[in-house]
Each structure stands twice: as structure tokens, then as C-alpha cells.
């Protein structure tokens, strides 16, 4: 059930609100088609379409409050509509190749200008990655009470602002472009180092942020950002298999058997970045020089041969156009692999830690940087740290294991 709940859920979602336009209604209805299914999947099997069989139970929930609430005069088309679908055989939602699909449309949906900018990028997790409400919160490393507002605010504003539920065309579809960009990588991101749980790797969320990105770039195949983008998870797709070990632990990028890396990805990544190359005519967008970070990984052909100088400068690059306490740590991080620990844990020391407090990759990258310094006892303590922050069962694994090794270094 979980698996399908995630495979599921913003298909469902989406095509509902295609549908009634009501955000708190869909994701209601959609939660009770869930519910059904659990109470009869156990006993019935899971139906050889599971999407189409949530879609089809939603809309008739969906029927059923909108008579309930006695709005029939209000809705009459919404009820027709509704009663139509609920009456016929529900389209196959395991086949959404179609431009733009309904995760689109909900995505640009969720983008809308009307809506608070924070807001947004939580509102699209929420409704398109089906993160719950604590999950974003650790994503934007803010407090889960200020996400629940965000969440209402937006979709207050999505209700009161009438906003059209459609893939815009022409300038409006460049201008509502960057944070549709962000939502996605938000979403890819999620997947690609879960924040909770005990998998580090979300694979559907991963596929869901590339397989949108694929859409986005049929509809803007000359936008460089687009191309770059997608070039940038398909590059740190790549590396996916050879993050974790066959009982599922952390493998960092240093001791990564680079034999397992996908090299169809890698290809694919590296075409797109040429391509997004020939069509910018500026310096690159932020996503673009994200992908050519990944490129010198995924050309390196090891740890040793990888060019860190140049990483350095696309990170400076970087932190000028797009600054972010978590960009200013990478680059940092960077730094020391290119000059040395000591001036990985200078560059370190330099951020503002209050930006950071609550991330638990600045101790790690701090213990990290001591440990290589043979600093033990000290790197020790920056472990318990990162361990105290970290969420994922998988790091959390690993963050000890590095703490043990110390803890025994440093006597």
C-alpha cells in the first residue's frame, strides 16, 4: 500500500482536481479512496490498475460530498461531470505520456503567481510529491507549524484567487517558469537523499522529478535552465545504485564503485548540458552550473582524478548568482577537497552556523574534515552532533559508525 500511495498519489490527486477545483475536497476524497483500499486490498488483491481504481472511488466520494453539501444548483456541471466519470471506465492513469499531463497542470497550479512565493514549493511538495507536512518542514529546515500555515495560506489563495488550474502559454509560461524549475528539483532532491525513513533513496519520487522534467522540456525544448535541470538529475541519477551497499547503507561518493553508475544517464545528463550550452547565449543559470558540478563527477574516472579546482569555481559561481547557506556548505566542502582538510574546516567556520544550526551536514562535514586531520576526539564530537540532527535511519547508521571509529582513534 505504501508503494502504491507513492506511486499513486499525485495522479490521483491531479486528476481530481482536474476535475472539482477544490483542493481540501480532492485531497479528503482522496485520502477515503485510500482508506477504502486498505480496508479491501488485504482481502481482494491490489487491482491490476490501481490508479484507475483510486481515481474512480475519489470521484465518487467526491460526488458524494458535493451532494451532501446540497450545492447541486452551484455545481450542477461539476455533478454532471463527476457522475459521467463515476458511471464510465476511468481513463488509464498508468499511461500520463499526454503534454501536459495533470501533474503539470497541478504544478503550475501550486506555482501560480497569486500565491505567497514560500508557499509554493510546499504546497507542490505536499499535493504533486505527497510529502507529508513534517517532511517538508525538514526539507526547508523550518519548523512544521510554519509549513501547515504556508500550506494554508496557499491554499486560501488558490481558493479565493480563482486561480486557473492550466499550463500557461507564451511569456506567462517563461515567467512562472523558475520556481516550477525549483519545485521539481525540490522533488528530485527529497528522492535522492530522503530526509526520514530508513531508505536513503526514494526512487519514485526521483523518477516523478525526471519524468516531469522530460515533459517541461518538450514544451520548452530551447529553455536553457530546463535543459539543465534535467540534465542535473539525470547526472545525479546516475550515481544512484552505487550510493547505498546491498543491505541498503550509505556509500559515499569517495568509496562509490563508478562500474555501477549508469552510464546511459550519465549520456543522456551530459548531452542535455551540451545542449543547454548551445542555446544560452548569458552565463549559466543555476541549474546548469548544479549540472556541470555533476558532470565533473560523472567524467572523473576516479576520486583522486576529480577535478576539484574546477568544482570550486562552479560553486563560487554559484553562491554569486543563487547564494544559500546550503550552497555556501558544499562550496566549503569543495575547498577542502581541493586544498586540503585544514582549509575545508577554515572555509567551514567561516559560514553563518545560525543558518545552519539545525543541518545536520555541517557537523558532518566538520567531523569529517578533523577525522581526516587525525583530530579524533574532536570529530567525535561533531558526529554525536550530526547524529543528534540527522533523520534518516541510513545516515544515522553511518554518522555512528564513523563516531565508533573515532571514539577508538581518539582513545
Known sequence: MAEVFRQEHARVVASILRTIRDIDTAQEVVQEAFEQALSHWPASGIPDRPGAWLVTTARRRALDHLRRRRRA????????????????????????????????????????????????????????????????????????????????????????????????????????????????????????????????????????????????????????????????????????????????????????????????????????????????????????????????????????????????DHYRALAALAPSPVIELNLAVAVGLADGPAAGLAALDALDAAALRDYHLLPAARADFLRRLGRFTEAAVEYRRALRLADNAREQAFLAGRLTACEAAGG
Not at 543555476?286 to 565533473?296: E, G, H, S
Open 73 to 312: 444548483g452551484a455545481r450542477a456541471t461539476e455533478l454532471a461531470h463527476l457522475a459521467q466519470d463515476a458511471t464510465h471506465e476511468p481513463p488509464d492513469v498508468a499511461e500520463p505520456d499526454d503534454i501536459p499531463d495533470d501533474r503539470l497542470r497541478l504544478i503550475f497550479t501550486c506555482c501560480h503567481p497569486a500565491l505567497p512565493a514560500e508557499s509554493r514549493v510546499a504546497l507542490t511538495l505536499r499535493l504533486v510529491g505527497g510529502l507529508s507536512t513534517v517532511e517538508i518542514a525538514r526539507a526547508f529546515l523550518v519548523p512544521e507549524p510554519t509549513i501547515a500555515q504556508r500550506l494554508v495560506r496557499a491554499k486560501r489563495a488558490i481558493r479565493d484567487g480563482g486561480v486557473p488550474y492550466e499550463v500557461p502559454e507564451g511569456l506567462e509560461l517563461a515567467l512562472r517558469l523558475s520556481p516550477v524549475l525549483a519545485v521539481l528539483y525540490l522533488i528530485f532532491n527529497e528522492g535522492y537523499a530522503a530526509h526520514s525513513g530508513r531508505d536513503l533513496l526514494r526512487d519514485d519520487l526521483c523518477e516523478e522529478a525526471i519524468r516531469l522534467g522530460r515533459v517541461l522540456a518538450e514544451l520548452m525544448p530551447d529553455e536553457p535552465e530546463v535543459l539543465g535541470l534535467l540534465a542535473l538529475m539525470e547526472l545525479q541519477a546516475s550515481r544512484a545504485a552505487a550510493r547505498t551497499d546491498a543491505d541498503g547503507n550509505l556509500v559515499l561518493l569517495e568509496d562509490q564503485d563508478r562500474r555501477r553508475w549508469d552510464r546511459a544517464r550519465i549520456g543522456r545528463g551530459l548531452a542535455l548540458l551540451e545542449r543547454a550550452g548551445a542555446r544560452g547565449n548569458a552565463g549559466a543559470g543555476p541549474y546548469r552550473l548544479q549540472a556541470a558540478i555533476a558532470a565533473c563527477h560523472a567524467r572523473a574516472a576516479s576520486w583522486e582524478a576529480t577535478e576539484w579546482e574546477r568544482i570550486v
